[in-house]
């Protein structure tokens, strides 16, 4: 059974950083891409960054390049998420995703599983 539980969300200030962690069990983590999605309230679900299974090829959005950058362990089975330079419009329900496939894919379509998700708040 696939689980996804994401950790490391809170309030924090504009400019401020966080780390977001995905812990994964229950398949061959190291073998699928794995993805960071968003959803603001009133918001469609929106990409934010994807790293392939081996973690040579990372893919972002073009308003988090720059400031966030995605990285995994597959030793311990973990993807994580380094955000900086938080602003008010980064705060959502932050969702780590297992690829269907082993690369960087931007569309949703291509995970098949979900984390509960973790909340990001920034404050202005």
């Known amino acids: 059974q696939v689980q996804l539980v994401e950790s490391g969300g809170g309030l924090v200030q504009a400019g401020g950083s966080l780390r977001l962690s995905c812990a994964a069990s229950?398949?061959?983590?190291?073998?699928?891409?794995m993805a960071w999605f968003r959803q603001a309230p009133g918001k469609e679900r929106e990409f934010v960054a994807a790293i392939s299974y081996a973690g040579s090829n990372t893919n972002y959005a073009d308003f988090v390049k720059g400031r966030f950058t995605i990285s995994r362990d597959n030793a311990k089975n973990t993807v994580y998420l380094q955000m900086n330079s938080l602003q008010p419009e980064d705060a959502a329900i932050y969702y780590c995703?297992?690829?269907?496939?082993?690369?960087?894919?931007?569309?949703?379509?291509?995970?098949?599983?979900w984390g509960q998700g973790t909340q990001v708040t920034v404050s202005s």
């Open positions: 995703a297992q690829g269907k496939v082993p690369y960087a894919l931007t569309n949703a379509v291509n995970y098949s599983s």
């Open positions: 229950g398949w061959s983590f190291s073998r699928y891409a």
